[in-house]
């Protein structure tokens, strides 16, 4: 099994990971609300002002990341993002399971599109059927 410890050495599936969160936010439009007084690209932002982000404009401006519609993961060499627990749970799922996808359907025929809400979530289900492969 994959332990927290083994982490450090999966760079790849941290890179990956950092990756796909970016192109495929969980929420696309973020609240936050002003904890003090500031200026942000020269404009004010009062203490108690509630802002909305969108964050998939944000994960897709081509001033901040080179070809952003592009799934480039090694974007991510050496970033310090933590997400912990995504990391060990998506480790212990390619670990531990041999996935496939059903009635002989091809990565390329895979619907990515995302339904838009308050979260994103896919339009239609991703099927994929695993056969863990460790040894009991």
């Keep these: ?9 999966l760079k790849y599936l941290d890179m990956v990971l950092k990756e796909g969160l970016r192109l495929h936010s969980i929420v696309p439009i973020m609240h936050h609300e002003a904890m003090e007084d500031c ?18 404009a944000v994960q897709r401006d081509p001033n ?11 974007r991510f060499v ?6 912990t627990i995504v990391h060990l749970v998506v480790a212990q799922l390619v670990h531990c399971f ?6 002989g ?23 994929a059927i695993p056969t863990y492969r460790l040894k009991k």
Aim: aromatic share 10%; hydrophobic share 40%; charged share 30%.
């Design 78 to 83: 050496g970033s310090s993002l933590g997400i």
């Design 39 to 56: 200026v942000v690209d020269g404009f004010h932002i009062q203490k108690g002002s509630r802002i909305m982000i969108n964050c998939y």
């Design 1 to 9: 099994m994959v332990e927290e410890s083994d982490l450090e050495k």
């Design 105 to 127: 359907m091809q990565p390329l025929d895979l619907d990515i599109d995302e339904q838009f809400g308050m979260v994103a979530c896919k339009e239609k289900p991703l099927m």
């Design 98 to 103: 041999d996935w496939e996808l059903p009635n």
């Design 64 to 74: 901040v990341w080179p070809e952003p519609e592009k799934f480039f993961s090694e």
